[in-house]
T-cell receptor, first 119, second 113 residues
Framework: NAGVMQNPRHLVRRRGQEARLRCSPVKGHSHVYWYRQLPEEGLKFMVYLQKENIIDESGMPKERFSAEFPKEGPSILRIQQVVRGDSAAYFC?????????????????FGPGTRLTVT | AQTVTQSQPEMSVQEAETVTLSCTYDTSESDYYLFWYKQPPSRQMILVIRQEAYKQQNATENRFSVNFQKAAKSFSLKISDSQLGDAAMYFCAYRSRDDKIIFGKGTRLHILP
């Protein structure tokens, strides 16, 4: 039972370049969540996606950041024109459905994260 | 908006002793989940324990247990018989009905041999 996969694990970009982070959820999971962890901070919610739909992007910066979860393939978090302040660890989590469906609880499973360094 | 506060940035405990990590939260919801996650140096997020707000009984998982005080909005984690492998960052977290998980800033736990 493969867990959530994220790649690359480490990504170095120069200021102004684009960063593309990939997340492959647990097989059969159709819900993906992205979180960002700045140094010495807890994780902060960015965006929640279902296949081909953005459910909640209230934590995403309004500019330069976008996310998608296509029908086929991994979820992608894209950061355009990166700046030093984007340096962080980006975590993806997945669940099979909404994490609370009736009385049933579904866990969010976290990937190992991608550490983005902007030089 | 919901908030999670961990007031202890760092703690140390002697190996084999017991330590309690504090967490308070703020919410107007009545139905929610609370979690403790462990993040070792590998940065992998590991779920330690989960508590449903509607359950009065405190959750336990082997050496880990919580003290959930719903009225006080307090959710502390007790680690018994501390082991060297318990050294990590510990995050208290809240999950709202809209599925977002809100994390505290973390407590770094050191285990002294």
């Amino acid at each position: 039972n493969a867990g959530v996969m994220q790649n690359p694990r480490h990504l170095v970009r120069r200021r102004g370049q684009e960063a593309r982070l990939r997340c492959s959820p647990v097989k059969g999971h159709s819900h993906v969540y992205w979180y960002r962890q700045l140094p010495e901070e807890g994780l902060k919610f960015m965006v929640y996606l279902q296949k081909e739909n953005i459910i909640d992007e209230s934590g995403m910066p309004k500019e330069r950041f976008s996310a998608e979860f296509p029908k086929e393939g991994p979820s992608i978090l894209r950061i355009q024109q990166v700046v030093r302040g984007d340096s962080a660890a980006y975590f993806c989590a997945s669940s099979p459905t909404t994490t609370r469906r009736g009385a049933q609880h579904y866990e969010q499973y976290f990937g190992p994260g991608t550490r983005l360094t902007v030089t | 908006a919901q908030t999670v506060t961990q007031s202890q940035p760092e703690m140390s405990v002697q190996e084999a002793e017991t330590v309690t990590l504090s967490c308070t939260y703020d919410t107007s919801e009545s139905d929610y989940y609370l979690f403790w996650y462990k993040q070792p140096p590998s940065r992998q997020m590991i779920l330690v324990i989960r508590q449903e707000a509607y359950k009065q009984q405190n959750a336990t998982e082997n050496r880990f247990s919580v003290n959930f005080q719903k009225a006080a909005k307090s959710f502390s984690l007790k680690i018994s018989d501390s082991q060297l492998g318990d050294a990590a960052m510990y995050f208290c977290a809240y999950r709202s009905r809209d599925d977002k998980i809100i994390f505290g800033k973390g407590t770094r736990l050191h285990i002294l041999p």
